[in-house]
């Protein structure tokens, strides 16, 4: 059976409550992702429903083309699994796509993490929390921490990983860039 990379997103968008967060932990890149696709063409966590108003939250398909991520840092990793892990990866995102009004940000969560305790809601998840679950649920990811107290830095810290790329977003080099006066697409396959 052959293998298939995922990859994870760590991002900083500048925003206020990045900023917070940053100042918090300490560390850069406080916003967590999974990606099915180098490219980042489908991008998934729990965030902003409404890039404009930072209170309405949930799971999200994110755009990394767009305003909000402008001016994003960034770090891309990559991690090998099986084909069936992957399946199941999809398949349990796309559930929740199916059913994303039945998901909620957990924002009482990170205050779980910033006093080391388990507030776990049902159906509702922060990135990092979203994150681990999926990797967990699918037998890929293991930490002595519950998901509800992984942070973005345990998902970097893991073994697995490696880093495909770091800097702006902006300047991401894998982006399928389309020309739209010619029309045509250049795939980058610097890989």
């Known amino acids: 059976m052959g293998t ?31 990606a099915f696709d180098l490219s980042l063409e489908e991008v998934y966590s729990f965030g902003r429903k409404n890039q404009r108003n930072p209170f309405s ?10 305003s909000f991520f402008e001016k994003a840092k960034c770090a891309v990793y990559s991690f090998s699994i099986t084909e069936l892990e992957y399946e199941r990866i999809r398949r349990r995102i ?14 009482l969560g990170l205050l779980g993490v910033a ?5 776990s809601r049902e159906n509702a998840y922060f990135c990092s929390q979203f994150v681990a679950t999926i990797l967990s649920e699918c037998g890929i990811y293991q930490n002595d921490k519950p998901a509800c107290l992984i942070r973005p830095q345990d998902l970097i810290a893991w073994h697995q990983l490696q880093l495909v790329y770091q800097g ?24």
Request: glycine share 4%.
């Open 4 to 34: 298939r990379k995922i990859y994870l997103l760590f991002s900083d968008t500048g925003t206020f409550l990045a900023k917070a967060i940053n100042v918090y932990t300490k560390t850069p890149l406080n916003h967590a992702s999974i």
């Open 115 to 119: 006093f080391n305790r388990e507030l």
């Open 57 to 66: 939250g949930g799971f999200v398909k994110e755009d990394t083309r767009t």
């Open 94 to 107: 796309q559930q929740m796509e199916e059913q994303k009004d039945h998901y909620k940000y957990n924002a």
């Open 168 to 191: 702006s977003l902006q300047a991401y080099p894998y982006y399928q860039r389309d020309i739209s006066h010619t029309g045509l697409i250049n795939k980058l396959n610097i890989v």
